[in-house]
C-alpha cells in the first residue's frame, strides 16, 4: 500500500532537511513523497534537489498554505494521504509502518494520532501534548479539532471534501466538520504520537491569530450548531493549557541522521568538548570559543556559518545555546591540546613574546613560525596574507573575534589543507605573559581582562553585548540549530 505524505515549503531551509531526514529513515518505504514549494528564495530547493530519494516535487502557483495542501492531494497517488510541514518531524521511524499496518487491519477513512510539541530544535523535549483520544465528533461543535498534522486521510474522502481555501487558518477544522460531522466519514483514533510539531504554528502565533481564526471557526459552525456562542469557541484556548500538563510520549521519540542528512547539514554551532575527534580523520577544521563576542558577532552577521567550523563552550553566553554547557578556559584547551605526530610544524598568526614562543615549543615538541599580523580591519589584514597552509600544519590565530573567524574563514576557502585553532589571547594567559584569572573569577573573566587597555576592551565587551541583545529581541536566535559532543 503506498502512502503519500506532503510537505509544504516556502524558504525553509533551516528545518527541512530535518523533515527529509525524518521521512527518509522511516522503515515504511511505499512512501510517495510530494512537496510544494510556494516560491522559496533560499537553500531550500538546493536541499531538495540533493534529497537522493525521489520527491514529486510542485511550483505553487497561487498563494495560501490550503491551496498547496489542495495541489498535493490533486497529485497524490497513494491510498493513505499525510502531511507533514517542512518544520516538523515524525516521532520516530516506524510511524509510517504502523499506521500502514493498523489501516490494512482496520478499514477507516481517517485515522487520527497525537502530537508533541517542542521549542526551536529541541526536538527530544516535549512542551506540549496534542492528544486526540479523547476525541468526539461533538467536540467539533466547540471549535475543538484533532491534531491535523498527526492525521491520515483516504484519498477517496479528498475526492469528495477539499480544503477550503477561502481560510486563511482554521481550513482544517473546516475540513473535520465536514468530513467527520456532514459526511459521517468513518474514523479511528491511533493510540501513539505521530509527529513532533515546531511550536509556532499560524493558528497559535499571536493573539490576532487565534482571533481570526476563531472568526473562521464560528463561520464553520453557524450551519451544524445553534447553541453554540462566540464567547464558548473564543474560550476554547483553555482547553490547550491542560495539554502543557498532559502525558509526554518522549520516550518512544526516535531521531537518527541517514548519510544524506550528516553530509547536508550545518549547525549554526557544532560544540565539543574534546579535540580528539578534530585530528582522528586529518580532516579541516577551524575551532574557536563559543563566548559573548562570536554569538553576538555571528548574531550580526560578521561571522558567516561553516559547515568546518567547530566550538568549545567558553562562558556564560554559551549557556544561551544550551544551558548543559559549563566553560571551558582557552588556556584549557591549549594545555590540553593533543597534537598528533603527523602536524610538525605550528603556524602563529599574530604578535606574541619571545617567552610565548618558547613555551609553545615546550609544550608541544614543535616548529613554531610566528607571522606577525598588522593592525588595522580585516580587510587590510588579509591583503597582507601571502602564504599557503600545508597538511602536517596548525595554525593558531591570536586576535579577537570577530577578525580571527574572519581570516580563519579566509584562510579555508584559499588553502586546500586547514586545522586552525582561533585563541585569541589564551597563549599569553598561559604562558604567563598575562596573568592568569582567578577561579573565582572563572565565569567572569571579562572583568578581570578589563585591568588592562580598559577603553578598548569595555567599548568592544558593549559592542558584543549590544549585538547580542539585538539579536534575540529580534529572535534571530530562534531558530539557532546545534550539535553537542557531551564526551
Request: glycine share 4%.
Amino acid at each position: 500500500m503506498k502512502i503519500s505524505i506532503i510537505t509544504i515549503t516556502k524558504n525553509s531551509e533551516k528545518t527541512i532537511l530535518e523533515t527529509l531526514n525524518s521521512i527518509h529513515n522511516q522503515t515504511y518505504k511505499n512512501i510517495e513523497h510530494i512537496i510544494v514549494d510556494g516560491g522559496s528564495t533560499d537553500r531550500t530547493l538546493e536541499y531538495i534537489s540533493k534529497y537522493p530519494k525521489k520527491i514529486k516535487f510542485l511550483k505553487q502557483k497561487k498563494k495560501g498554505i490550503y491551496n498547496a495542501f489542495n495541489l498535493g492531494i490533486e497529485k497524490a497517488t497513494g491510498k493513505l494521504i499525510g502531511i507533514l510541514n517542512s518544520d516538523d518531524i515524525f516521532n520516530n521511524n516506524k510511524v509510517i509502518e504502523k499506521v500502514a499496518k493498523i489501516s490494512k487491519k482496520i478499514n477507516k477513512d481517517i485515522y487520527i494520532g497525537d502530537c508533541c510539541y517542542f521549542n526551536n530544535n529541541k526536538f527530544s523535549k516535549s512542551v506540549r501534548y496534542y492528544s486526540s483520544q479523547k476525541f468526539k465528533p461533538s467536540y467539533l461543535k466547540f471549535g475543538l479539532m484533532p491534531a491535523h498534522t498527526a492525521t491520515f486521510v483516504d484519498r477517496k474522502v479528498f475526492k469528495k471534501i477539499k480544503y477550503n481555501e477561502d481560510y486563511f487558518i482554521a481550513a482544517d477544522y473546516k475540513f473535520f466538520v465536514d468530513s467527520i460531522l456532514k459526511k459521517n466519514f468513518s474514523y479511528l483514533l491511533l493510540k501513539f504520537t505521530v509527529t513532533r510539531m515546531k511550536t509556532g504554528g499560524i493558528s497559535g502565533k499571536n493573539f490576532i491569530s487565534y482571533l481570526l481564526s476563531t472568526k473562521e471557526i464560528i463561520s464553520c459552525i453557524k450551519d451544524i450548531s445553534l447553541f453554540i456562542t462566540p464567547l464558548i469557541v473564543l474560550f476554547r484556548g483553555f482547553i490547550k493549557v491542560f495539554q502543557l500538563f498532559a502525558f509526554f510520549d518522549d520516550k518512544y521519540f526516535q531521531r537518527t541522521e541517514s548519510i544524506y542528512f550528516k553530509k547536508n547539514f550545518i549547525p549554526d554551532f557544532n560544540i565539543i568538548t574534546s579535540t580528539k575527534k578534530l585530528f582522528a580523520k586529518k580532516s579541516n577544521f577551524i575551532l574557536s570559543a563559543l563566548n559573548l563576542a562570536y554569538i553576538g558577532y555571528y548574531l550580526k552577521g560578521d561571522i558567516k556559518k561553516d559547515k568546518h567550523q567547530f566550538h568549545w563552550p567558553d562562558g556564560n553566553f554559551s549557556k544561551t545555546i544550551n544551558s548543559e554547557l559549563y566553560k571551558i578556559p582557552g588556556r584549557e584547551i591549549l594545555k590540553n591540546l593533543k597534537i598528533p605526530t603527523y602536524i610538525t610544524k605550528i603556524n602563529v598568526l599574530g604578535n606574541i613574546s619571545i617567552n610565548s614562543i618558547n613555551f609553545l615549543k615546550n609544550l608541544y615538541k614543535k616548529k613554531i613560525t610566528v607571522i606577525n599580523l598588522p593592525y588595522g580591519s580585516t580587510e587590510e589584514i588579509i591583503k597582507k596574507i601571502n602564504f599557503k597552509l600545508k597538511k602536517n600544519q596548525l595554525t593558531f590565530i591570536t586576535l579577537p573575534s570577530p577578525k580571527q573567524e574572519q581570516i580563519a574563514k579566509y584562510l579555508s576557502e584559499k588553502n586546500r589543507f586547514f586545522k586552525i585553532v582561533c585563541i585569541g589571547a589564551s597563549i599569553s594567559m598561559l604562558s604567563g605573559d598575562e596573568k592568569p584569572v582567578p577561579n573565582a573569577l572563572l565565569n567572569f573573566e571579562f572583568l578581570w581582562r578589563l585591568r588592562s587597555d580598559p577603553i578598548r576592551r569595555i567599548k568592544r565587551l558593549m559592542i558584543s553585548f549590544f549585538y547580542f541583545l539585538e539579536g534575540f529581541l529580534t529572535k534571530k536566535n530562534k531558530d539557532f540549530t546545534y550539535r553537542y559532543d557531551f564526551k
